[in-house]
């Protein structure tokens, strides 16, 4: 059982739907302020495009996802 966490980055694109980023294995502890300015350079990058339109236009949440994984099986060959 392997047990990690991630940073889940909640952004609206364009069109208004959620958009995620995820990160692997952030920095813990990271505060409201901190989260919030760094997803808003993302937007203000304006370097996630896809047929033209914003991936990333606005920020809507941020939130530590603790994930466990067990493995069933792995089959090395």
Not at 43 to 65: I, L, P, Q
């Amino acid at each position: 059982m392997t047990t990690t966490k991630e940073l889940k980055l909640v952004f609206k694109n364009a069109d208004g739907k959620h958009k995620n980023l995820v990160i692997a294995k952030p920095a813990e502890n990271l505060d409201e302020a901190t989260v919030k300015g760094a997803m808003q350079k993302i937007v203000n990058t304006h370097a996630f495009e896809k047929a033209g339109k914003k991936e990333f236009e606005g920020v809507v949440s941020a939130a530590y996802v603790d994930r466990t994984v067990t493995q069933v099986f792995k089959d090395e060959k």
